[in-house]
């Protein structure tokens, strides 16, 4: 009684083994990069407490099909790709219309300080933007990836990137005061 029998090698610990793998790999990724994609979350849910909620969906997703992913260095385009489809489902639902936001804040337990991207007065303008508008310019400029990066993260066409970044910026100009652009050295064009 004093040891337990050897279990002969079967193909459920082969599964087991490569569980842990999988999982160790998994938390891995997770821990690395749930700081930058918690950014890219609340950039495009606009608030916290959705940003939590966007991340730990795409995390979920992400981690159902872990055994499926090829390229291991595309994981943060997959996983962005999947916050963006994520949160622009969300706004088609029809409860999320009825939420309103309102100014007074519930008191809750302090968290550390996080650089969200609003230190800027031009991001209450940003977030005005439509959400699909509201991707490409988080992609693209807060992100800082290129156009076809962002076409191959949204699922879109180069050509679909510009022509919304460009009626994003429009309208960005035509709302946010001119004090607002660092190229505006007060003459009129």
Known sequence: MG???????????????????KDSDFSAYMAARQTALYRTAYL????????????????????LSWDKVRDREALDGYVRRIMVNENNSLW???WKRREHSTDAVPETASH????????????????????KQRSVVVLRY???LSEAEVA???GISVGTVKSQASR???????RA???LNPHDVGDER
């Open 168 to 174: 994003a910026l429009a309208g960005l100009r035509a």
């Open 3 to 21: 040891s337990k029998p050897e279990r002969a090698d079967t193909g459920a610990t082969r599964r087991t083994g490569r569980g842990v793998d």
């Open 112 to 131: 550390a300080t996080y650089d969200d991207g609003l230190g800027s007065a031009l991001w209450s303008y940003v977030s005005t933007l439509p959400p």
């Open 44 to 63: 495009l849910a606009g608030d916290h407490a959705s940003a939590e909620d966007l991340l730990q969906n795409a995390f979920a997703k992400l981690y």
């Open 92 to 94: 088609r639902r029809a």
């Open 177 to 179: 005061p001119r004090s």
């Open 152 to 154: 191959d993260v949204l």
């Open 142 to 144: 807060y992100e800082q």
